[in-house]
Structure formats: C-alpha cells, structure tokens
C-alpha cells in the first residue's frame, strides 16, 4: 500500500465527439471564422445509453468571420449564390480567401455519474492565403472550467473524509487555455491544436490545495481529403488522433460520403471503444442536421445500448445562400 501511495491518480476531463468532422471548431480555435457567415451550432450526445450514470453532453458554438473583404466579396471563393463544394468545378476555381479575423464563443455541459463540468471559452483566429489556393489559420482560446462533485448524493460508510465532504474540494474552478493551427484548401484540411494548456484547479473557498491538481492538457492533429466520383459526389475520409497522458491515444477514422450539398452518409471507428454510422442533411441556407450513433465494442457492450448524438446547425447572416461550409467538409 506504501508503495501504490507513490504514484498519483489522472482522470479523464475532455468528453469526445463521434462528429468532430462537423464541428472542428470545438476542438481547434483556429476554425473560428472560417466561412463567410455566422456559424451556430447545438449539439446533444448521450454515451453508452442503458448504463447509469453514463456521461451525457450538451454543447453550443458560435463564431463569425470580421473583415469586409471577406464578408462581403464574393470575388474569390464565393459565388453569388453558392456553388457546390462536392463539384469538380468548384475546386477548379477555388481562390484562398480573404485575410481575415474570425472570433466565436463555445460552452459546455458535461455530467458523468456524481462529476459535472461547466465551461465556457472565447476563441480567436486570423486566417492569411499562403498562396492562391492555400490557406492558413492561427487560433487562440481561453475561458473558464467549473468542476463540481455531488457529494451528497454519495452513500459512503464513513463521512469524516475531508477530500468527500469539503464543497470547497468539491467545487473547483480553473482557467481554461488553448492555441490551434489549421491548414486549409479546397480539397484538405490539417490542424494542429492543445486544449487545457497550463490550467489548475482552484478551490472555490479557501481551503486546503492539492500541488498536483491540475488538468492534464490534450492535443489534437485533425485531417482530411476529398475525392471524387463522379462530377457530384465527394468520398472524404477524416482522421482525428488524440494524445492525453492520462489515458492510451485515441484514434478517430471516418468516411463520409456526399451528394452535392444536401445530404450525406458515413461510417467510422474509435479506437478501443466503437464503431459509428452518421448521417446528415442541409435543410436549406439556414438549417442544416446530423445524427449519429455509435456500437459500443468494447467490454462496455454487455451493458451498453450505444451511444447518440445529434447536431443542429444554423447558418446566421447566410447571405450567399450556402447550404453548407465550404472549408469544413
């Protein structure tokens, strides 16, 4: 027992996303601006439905580009009234964008069990064209982590444990930072980011400290490339890895097929965990959904009934009539 007491305890903090493709911007506050409208997002995920206590996630995201050559050109990337990204035309006269700023707001609701997490960032970005069909982003994100552990819901046979019963232990606030990079044309994406950089816990009253109680920061390298068969329908495989000390590296793999800019199907695979199908339709210039589920195939699958979650996004000050982005696909 002396000799387990050398070692310190990591915990997992960050929850996952099976629609990272979707919504990059959650992870990489270098997306943050990228399209010429206001991007609105609301997410909902349920885990491993069936199992008490599995962590359920709500989300919202929101970010806009600044600049008028930008917003409101449409001499190099944007057609008066959209063109189709999954069209071979469109990556034939596809033009870097504009340099710009990008600024966006993120929140988040994460419970698991008697564990519950609360944050809200700022993010920013400034976008510049390497060249005529490249583009690189820089992003910036900070805000602040509320942690809460329900310790009265807890049945225990014996109370008198300080770290059990102390709100200030169990109610923490920390300082949430992260920085991101993203590279970008018309038919790739790479992106580079690390979330909960430099960040510690604080009790919320004064009260006893931990030296080691700190969030253990994660990076993300996101990917993806589109192909094409055919002159209306885009095959675009997608690669997320996360790297967290705390826990094995987490591989995502996705391919998403699509038609035009309407609809689209795909599949995909968490490594050590499961295997996903997603769907998604832009309802029109102002609406668009996803939903996807995953099968648990990890031990969790006896007890588990998958895992759900289902995206809306609205596209605000929409003024080419986009159906959906033409970077993030």
């Known amino acids: 027992m002396l000799f387990l007491g050398c070692f310190r305890a990591f915990a997992q903090e960050m929850p996952v996303y099976t629609q990272y493709i979707f919504n990059s911007y959650l992870l990489n506050p270098a997306v943050t601006g990228i399209d010429n409208y206001i991007d609105t997002k609301l997410g909902y995920r349920n885990q491993w439905k069936g199992l008490e206590g599995a962590p359920v996630t709500q989300y919202f995201s929101i970010h806009a580009p600044i600049g008028q050559d930008f917003v409101q050109s ?23 964008a504009e340099p710009h700023h990008g600024i966006g707001l993120n929140g988040m609701i994460d419970q698991a069990g008697l564990l519950k997490q ?26 602040l982590k509320y942690f809460n552990f329900d310790q009265k819901a807890m049945q225990v046979d014996d109370d008198s444990d300080f770290l059990l019963t102390s709100s200030s232990t169990n109610n923490r606030i920390s300082a949430e930072l ?38 253990q920061p994660s990076f993300y390298l996101t990917t993806g490339y589109k192909f094409f068969a055919g002159e209306d329908f885009g095959i675009i495989p997608s690669m997320l890895v996360k790297y ?11 391919l998403k097929v699509a038609f035009r800019d309407r609809v689209w199907l795909g599949g995909g695979f968490r490594s050590y965990d499961s295997f996903s199908a997603l769907a998604g339709f832009n309802v029109s210039h102002l609406l668009n959904l996803s939903y996807s589920y995953d099968f648990t195939s990890s031990n969790l699958n006896t007890v588990s009934n998958g895992t759900h979650e289902i995206v809306l996004g609205i596209l605000l000050n929409n003024k080419y009539r986009l159906n959906c982005s033409r970077y993030i696909f």
């Open 74 to 96: 449409s001499v190099n990337s944007f057609g008066g009234n959209g063109d189709n990204p999954m069209s071979r035309s469109y990556v034939y006269t596809y033009r870097a």
């Open 118 to 143: 609360t944050k809200l960032n700022l993010t920013y970005a400034y976008h510049i064209g390497l060249s005529e069909t490249m583009n690189l982003s820089l992003g910036l994100s900070a805000g």
């Open 178 to 215: 992260g920085a991101g990079i993203w590279l970008y044309g018309s038919r790739y994406f790479l992106g580079i980011s690390g979330m909960s950089l430099g960040g510690r816990f604080i009790p919320m009253n004064d009260a006893k400290r931990s030296g080691t109680d700190k969030m």
């Open 244 to 254: 967290n000390s705390a826990i094995p590296t987490i591989i995502d793999g996705n």
